[in-house]
């Protein structure tokens, strides 16, 4: 089951606060970005935030869930905590601060005219 174009919307109009955001398709889900770096997922109409020490200070109490089979758990954001505009782009914002920028990709190389 994906998740819907609606609820990813409203997660990242929820989020915008926490700096430059944007959602991404991956594997029929949706990758959230923040100022560069994947912070969280949208996997089944459910919200993944991917794990940090900060993170897991200012969550608490926190629920580990796999987003997809194979996943490693990432912290599951309770469907009631959405509605804390505020809160979401606290977490978000903590956990871009933790993450690396992700490496450049390189050129890709021309193919030769035949």
Not at 89 to 114: D, F, H, N, Y
Request: glycine share 6%; with cysteine.
């Amino acid at each position: 089951m994906s998740s819907s174009q609606r609820n990813v919307d409203f997660i990242l109009e929820q989020i915008a606060g926490a700096g430059t955001v944007s959602a991404r398709r991956m594997f029929g889900e949706w990758g959230l970005y923040c100022d560069g770096r994947l912070v969280a997922l949208v996997c089944d109409d459910r919200l993944f935030v991917k794990p940090t020490e900060a993170g897991r200070e200012f969550l608490g109490e926190v629920e580990l869930a796999q987003p997809y089979p194979q996943a490693k758990p990432w912290y599951l954001v309770a469907e009631e905590k959405w509605d804390e505009r505020e809160w979401l782009a606290r977490l978000v914002a903590i956990t871009t601060a933790q993450l690396p920028m992700p490496l450049p990709k390189p050129p890709r190389k021309k193919k030769p005219k035949k």
